[in-house]
């Protein structure tokens, strides 16, 4: 809740002017059956027709009052729970932007797709709700027995006997239901991260038939979710069969004491009226009050969730270079002596998405080598070797368990986040095309004009499909690119890579998908228009690194090779066996 009030304090104003409004919109509600009761005990009597036609339209225009100020405060009460929930996603959205790769992992992405849009949602719900039923209820409630007991003290003791059990009851279940919404929350990470895992991989359920298996593995999940709603919902329904109990026999009291008072001429037949009329009210005020609570409850358990990410400590700040790591080695790239692992949290079950490519619990241990500014460098190894896990660090997605890894002399720990990664042009294994232009694609918002972005294209031998469409740049890519093909779809993230000249070159076997000839033009146009870019690539085919200046081979996390070509033919068995392999097939 503390989140929910952080947020409203930018609005104080506009929720302080609604509820102003929405509290005499509810006190002139509660007029109108004061007022019948005069005009029925006191000017009705009388015989006289004015009187009666003034105070009905009294009545009419305050009851016409009460609807314009009540429809205005709603008004205003939506208006702030939209702005101050668009506040709170947009700050959930930052933050998220800015958590490292091992809070990444600890949220999940499944969790942190909920969170900004269930979680988000009931906190909307709740910030409306609180602005507008959370006053009427307990005006309803509180006002409705004070002016009961200005009329007829003996009836309102009922009231007064029956509230603070009501509102016990309710306060109580609201209090046990925060856990239980939490645990819906969370069962709803698991629904998202199902759903995301079917839409992304859609064609491999489609290609190996497998719908039937993954339309019975998201029932078992939405199952799952169901009883976990079930559970909240049914403790949460409960106060309401209680409250419309408790009120239906404090009504019936009423009806039965009250029409013997009225024969015992101790009291009117308006104040009757007017009792049961309150007595609605307040009845209608409960069952508002109970489920502002289960909203309360709801946003409370969500608003938690939500207040985890945005109050994440900030883990990736730069380090002042008084506690920077220092080297004796040369170069424009250095690792020294790093040790790396994922860690083992178990937080979530979906951890290992966000940047470990290769696994959680991928590793390195003691990488030590160092490259050249303008160099070039071929990462290769099985899966799970470590090799995205060394992009991960480089780039300061993670930092190093032990050692330092060193961009352009200083420790990258000692960089802002920003400044450090405006230095790579990085294409990753698993890149994301977005549902935009072909253009936004590659310039990504950044200054690039018409003469560079054809050039990109161009070097990365994806101008002569993209000129082939009718629209050019302004082409529209769909989500994840599925309308290109594997090859088109590498070449545009290649083209996004080099469209902001960078300093670093990363290729994450970014040409998987691209035939020898295609592969081999890319490269050359690389050596030659980038001749002072610090290139690295990530490949499981020796013909993309052959021709580099360096080769690491990775084997579960160590370096077990690390030369030129030539050399690594000569000295790494495990090389010159993924060499003879693959040559062998293209042979073939």
Not at 346 to 359: S, Y
Not at 461 to 475: V, W
Not at 526 to 538: A, C, F, K, Q, S
Request: glycine share 8%; aromatic share 6%.
């Amino acid at each position: 809740m503390k989140l929910i009030l952080e947020y409203l304090k930018k609005f104080r104003g506009a929720v302080i002017l609604a509820m102003l409004i929405k509290l005499s919109g509810t006190l002139g509600e509660l007029l109108i059956p004061y007022i019948l009761e005069h005009l029925i005990d006191h000017v009705v009597p009388g015989r006289k027709l004015l009187p009666v036609l003034l105070w009905g339209a009294v009545m009419l225009g305050l009851a016409l009052l009460v609807r314009f100020l009540n429809v205005t405060a709603n008004r205003m009460a939506v208006k702030v729970s939209r702005d101050s929930t668009y506040e709170i996603r947009q700050r959930l959205f930052e933050k998220t932007l800015r958590l490292s790769g091992g809070q990444m992992d600890a949220f999940g992405l499944p969790s942190l797709i909920s969170r900004m849009t269930s979680d988000s949602y009931n906190v909307q719900n709740f910030i409306r709700a609180g602005q507008t039923i959370g006053i009427r209820a307990p005006i309803m409630l509180v006002g409705g027995i004070i002016i009961t007991l200005t009329m007829d003290v003996g009836l309102a003791s009922i009231l007064c006997i029956m509230s603070p059990i009501m509102l016990a009851i309710i306060a109580t279940i609201s209090w046990k239901g925060i856990p239980l919404f939490h645990r819906v929350q969370q069962g709803m990470d698991d629904i998202v991260r199902t759903m995301r895992e079917n839409i992304t991989g859609i064609r491999v359920v489609k290609a190996l038939s497998r719908e039937p298996h993954e339309v019975e593995r998201f029932r078992a999940v939405n199952e799952e979710m169901t009883k976990r709603d079930l559970r909240a919902s049914v403790l949460m329904a409960l106060p309401g069969p209680i409250m419309q109990l408790f009120l239906n026999g404090g009504l019936t009291l009423v009806v039965l004491i009250g029409a013997r008072r009225v024969n015992a001429g101790v009291t009117e037949p308006g104040v009757i009226l007017a009792f049961l009329t309150y007595f609605n009210m307040i009845l209608m005020g409960v069952m508002a009050l109970n489920r502002v609570f289960i909203m309360m409850s709801r946003a409370n358990a969500s608003a938690g969730r939500i207040a985890a990410v945005i109050d994440a400590p900030e883990e990736l700040l730069p380090l002042p270079e008084e506690e920077a790591a220092h080297t004796e080695k040369e170069g424009f790239i250095v690792f020294d002596d790093v040790t790396f692992s994922y860690g083992e949290e178990e937080e979530t079950e979906d951890k290992q998405e966000a940047f470990a490519g290769e696994g959680r619990h991928a590793c390195l241990s003691h990488i030590d080598f160092a490259m050249k500014k303008g160099g070039s460098l071929g990462i290769i190894g099985a899966t799970g070797s470590g090799k995205t896990s060394l992009i991960n660090l480089l780039m300061r997605f993670y930092e190093a368990d032990e050692g330092a890894v060193f961009v352009d002399g200083k420790d990258v720990r000692t960089y802002a986040c920003d400044d450090l990664r405006r230095r790579f042009g990085v294409v990753f294994q698993n890149d994301v095309i977005f549902a935009d232009t072909l253009r936004e694609n590659i310039v990504f918002g950044r200054d690039v004009d018409e003469a560079r972005l054809r050039q990109a294209a161009e070097e990365a031998q994806a101008y002569d499909f993209i000129d082939a469409y009718e629209e050019k740049f302004d082409h529209e890519a769909v989500i994840r690119g599925a309308n290109l093909s594997g090859g088109q779809k590498q070449r545009v993230l290649i083209s996004r890579a080099l469209a902001g000249h960078p300093d670093i070159l990363i290729l994450d076997d970014s040409s998987s998908a691209l035939d020898y000839r295609t592969d081999a033009n890319l490269r050359a146009a690389i050596r030659e228009n980038y001749p002072d870019v610090t290139l690295i690539v990530i490949a499981q085919r020796a013909s993309s690194i052959m021709a580099l200046d360096d080769i690491l081979v990775l084997d579960e996390g160590r370096v077990i090779g690390h030369g030129t070509h030539e050399e690594l033919q000569k000295t790494c068995e495990t090389y010159a066996e993924i060499c003879r392999t693959q040559m062998g097939e293209v042979s073939a």
